[in-house]
């Protein structure tokens, strides 16, 4: 049996120290994700275990002697998907008020969605350290935008509704930039391959995730006074792991966790984008 359970002590009102710096930050989000994800491996799933997160007693209103509402201290800002199987404080093991959290399908930077990460930035910035983008592979809105991609005379089949539609076209340059990386990499029959489809909606997954990431930093640097670094992952439904797919395996031969860095100009870009098509994940359907 194993159980996450969220502690807190109305007596002892700080349970942990919050990161001083976006350095301390990647690290806990890191290191909340490779226990997230290790704590239902299969060599130890059987085992009866448990986890506790513990839960500022302030950050709930629990403490008797106030009566004004908490105080709002995110240390990260996160985009994610709004996949269900993706429940973002879960993933990073982290507890309330630690993450500001913006969820819409896709991950992708609608006008709502920037106005609320540009809020978290410009008035929870005595907390706030980073901003993370997170994708996750197998991501429905982006296989929308790859069918569309392959199969445009279906556009308005796969993509119906204005919502919907407005959603597939934000993410349709990072499947033409995928579309292009492949072709770079993989020569000008890979469209014929058999996997190509799949191949196209793993590269597009981690290219959205970092082309938002960087949009993102743009969007939000061009606002005085606020300079916070921002930075992408993807995570895996299977392994439970947020990774950057081109990262080298770990000496056990897992992908190495982590968060990226989007790139800042095109050129950089350009060599992201030939470094996803020929990362591991695409290989596997590819070579």
């Not at 539609?165 to 058999?194: C, F, M, N, P, T």
């Not at 095109?266 to 984008?273: D, I, K």
Request: hydrophobic share 45%; charged share 20%; net charge negative.
């Amino acid at each position: 049996m194993i159980e996450i359970v969220y502690r807190c002590d109305p007596r002892a009102p700080s349970a942990e120290s919050a990161p001083k710096s976006c350095a301390e930050v990647r690290e806990r989000l890191v290191e909340g994700n490779r226990i997230f994800a290790n704590l239902f491996n299969a060599d130890t799933a059987q085992e009866s275990q448990t986890r506790v997160i513990p839960i500022d007693a302030t950050a709930l209103g629990l403490t008797p002697q106030t009566k004004t509402a908490p105080a709002q201290r995110p240390f990260a800002a996160v985009l994610a998907c709004a996949d269900a199987r993706v429940p973002t404080e879960l993933i990073f093991h982290q507890a309330c008020n630690h993450l500001f959290v913006t969820r819409v399908a896709g991950n992708v930077l609608s006008a709502e969605g920037l106005g609320s990460l540009e809020y978290a930035a410009c008035h929870l910035s005595a907390s706030l350290k980073l901003v993370v983008v997170l994708g996750h592979r197998g991501c429905g809105a982006v296989s929308a935008a790859v069918d569309c991609y392959l199969r445009p005379a279906e556009y308005t089949s796969i993509a119906p509704t204005h919502g919907l539609r407005a959603i597939v076209d934000r993410i349709s340059h990072a499947v033409r930039a995928a579309a292009e990386s492949l072709q770079a990499r993989w020569g000008d029959d890979v469209k014929g391959h058999r996997s190509y489809p799949e191949a196209l909606l793993e590269a597009a997954v981690v290219i959205n995730a970092a082309r938002t990431a960087s949009v993102l930093r743009d969007e939000l640097h061009a606002n005085d006074g606020v300079n916070i670094e921002v930075a992408y992952g993807v995570y895996d439904l299977v392994s439970r792991r947020v990774e950057v797919p081109m990262h080298e395996k770990t000496a056990d031969g897992t992908e190495a966790g982590g968060l990226g860095t989007p790139p800042a100009s095109p050129e950089e870009f350009e060599r992201f984008a030939a470094c996803v098509a020929g990362s591991k994940h695409v290989q596997e359907f590819l070579a």
